[in-house]
């Protein structure tokens, strides 16, 4: 680990001499290329030379060991010498941490998908609540959020809801989303009082770009229709709305949220690209090891995550066994403990793992 550690402090005082190179200045590309870089190592090396600092304290407080010291003077180079042990643990864990490697999707944005799945309207009421809890989530972290497409039910849910998440490390958080969620309560049209359960599936993928994902022209089927509203009545009687389908995948969007068929294609070719680098990138971790994958689940869809019980005040994330008594704050956005604890759970697993190879 310190050798690594060590070529990198030495690229981090390389990129500072490039940096201040002329021909680099005078490179936007490489400029911008270096920065970055530059930009990635600067937190791991100040704690590498923290670390190094402390080490070093720690021979010379050693040595002095090696002296005849009277009674308080040895008391204090003791005290010293397990200041700077712990010193050394807590910096040692914190270079672990740094030096897992980052999720190249985490400063994206997302293209947030919730349908509801079993359950008729109740899943459907339940797949509002969740967007509303996402929005409020992210209207918290500072983000904007915009509806690209939604099937809205009678009674105020949706069948089905896409929308677009922008802001900084957008993915790193809400990557934790992916999967099925249900939810445990009585619904509105019981009159017997018996709880129901029903779920609701949510995906969250990273938004890609123009040069990630070239989508050819000849491959998009573009069909246009008119916008409808809860239970298909027409909305707007324009030939507005747009749907894209991929024809070498099979993957089909669409969008009707915006009067303007060109704004509507915009918004729906962001889509089919992120679906599209999504399943691409899923084809390609399928042949990667199966032991490197998050031990906070595969992110596949139909994994069940979290449970919702409204009688009990309860949410439960079965991935981690997190269970807390604050349904109605969690609804209200207030994610933050929830997120952290899998974000810690995914370092330790992935710090286990290197510790292990």
Request: charged share 30%; glycine share 6%.
């Amino acid at each position: 680990m310190f050798e690594r550690l060590q070529s990198m402090e030495e690229r981090y005082e390389k990129l500072n001499q490039l940096l201040a190179d002329p021909n680099v200045i005078n490179d936007p590309g490489k400029l911008r290329k270096y920065s970055k870089e530059q930009s990635d190592l600067q937190e791991i090396v100040a704690v590498f030379r923290k670390y190094k600092q402390a080490d070093s304290e720690m021979i010379d407080a050693k040595s002095m060991l090696d002296e005849s010291l009277d009674e308080s003077m040895n008391a204090m180079v003791h005290e010293e010498i397990n200041r700077l042990d712990r010193e050394l643990t807590e910096l040692k864990e914190q270079l672990k941490q740094l030096l897992i490697p980052k999720d190249p999707n985490d400063d994206r944005n997302v293209i947030l998908e919730i349908r509801g799945a079993a359950g008729g309207d109740e899943a459907a009421l339940f797949a509002g609540d969740l967007f509303r809890m996402y929005s409020r989530y992210a209207e918290q972290q500072g983000w904007k959020t915009e509806v690209i497409d939604a099937s809205p039910n009678e009674i105020g849910g949706f069948k089905e809801i896409v929308c677009m998440i922008s802001g900084k490390g957008a993915f790193s958080k809400l990557k934790y989303e992916n999967g099925a969620q249900r939810v445990q309560r009585v619904p509105e049209t019981e009159s017997g009082g018996r709880i129901h359960t029903s779920t609701a599936t949510v995906a969250v993928l990273p938004e890609a770009q123009e040069v990630e994902v070239e989508l050819n022209e000849k491959d998009i089927r573009v069909d246009r229709f008119a916008s409808s509203g809860p239970g298909g009545q027409s909305v707007n009687t324009t030939m507005s709305a747009i749907r894209l389908t991929h024809i070498p995948t099979g993957i089909v969007v669409s969008c009707q949220e915006e009067r303007s068929q060109i704004k509507n294609k915009e918004k729906a070719m962001k889509v089919l690209r992120a679906r599209v680098y999504d399943k691409y990138q899923k084809e390609a971790q399928d042949q990667y090891d199966s032991t490197r994958k998050s031990a906070v689940g595969t992110g596949d869809r139909s994994e069940r995550i979290r449970t919702y019980n409204f009688s009990q005040n309860r949410v439960t994330d079965h991935r981690i066994g997190l269970t807390l008594h604050q349904l109605d704050q969690v609804l209200n956005g207030k994610l933050d403990d929830i997120i952290h604890a899998l974000i810690l759970n995914e370092q330790a697993k992935k710090i286990e793992q290197a510790d292990a190879g």
